[in-house]
């Protein structure tokens, strides 16, 4: 089941050309990566259909921890996060990516109490450090982080050290290695494209050097 669940979400986000592949010139991250694979997971919210499809498995995985309170990041995990905690019935709460500079200065918006058990929503996981950050901010405003769950991860290994060091779970709907399988079998991709980005995969800091 979990395969197939992989599988379909990799094939929606192939399908509203959520992915993209650009490889001259490349995507640039915000972390400053270059890279020929992008991931917009922010199209799914012009997609009511295949939107739903990826939060009702969003809500399976979410029943899995049994959180008191959902958190989405700010921007792209907050639409997630609201439909989650919708169709589950759970209080939502957001993260902002640093605190205001006015009013309350807060960086947790919505009602959270000490010692509540609180699941973040990202739409992806790059690097993870964002994503950690958002946690570690729950954490400090004395929430219990359970994991973080997102669509897609490029599966990096410096997003595995980051969450292993925070101590930090992760999970995500679907990952790398699944949509470029799924992407040459439906030729999204053909085979040099592909060792393209398996190229950059390998070593993404040093791809064009």
Excluded at 181 to 191: G, H, P, R, S, T
Aim: charged share 25%.
């Amino acid at each position: 089941m979990k395969i197939l669940m992989q599988n379909q979400i990799a094939k929606i986000l192939l399908e509203i050309k959520a992915v993209k592949l650009s490889i001259d010139p490349p995507f640039t991250w915000a972390s400053g990566i270059k890279s020929p694979i992008y991931c917009d997971n922010r199209m799914l919210m012009g997609y009511p259909a295949k939107r739903k499809i990826v939060i009702d498995a969003f809500a399976e995985k979410v029943k899995e921890y049994n959180p008191e309170i959902i958190a989405g990041t700010a921007t792209a995990g907050i639409p997630h996060a609201a439909w989650i905690a919708e169709k589950l019935e759970l209080p939502m709460i957001y993260i902002r990516s640093k605190k205001k500079n006015h009013g309350r200065q807060n960086q947790i918006e919505g009602p959270l109490e000490k010692g509540k058990k609180v699941l973040v929503i990202e739409d992806l996981i790059s690097t993870g450090g964002s994503s950690v950050e958002a946690a570690k901010a729950v954490q400090e405003a004395g929430g219990e982080v359970l994991g973080v769950l997102a669509i897609f991860t490029y599966q990096l290994n410096k997003s595995f050290e980051v969450f292993k060091e925070a101590n930090i779970k992760f999970e995500t709907l679907t990952n790398f290695e699944t949509l470029i399988n799924i992407a040459v079998e439906q030729n999204y991709l053909d085979e040099k494209d592909k060792e393209t980005v398996l190229a950059w995969y390998k070593d993404p800091q040093n791809w064009l050097n």
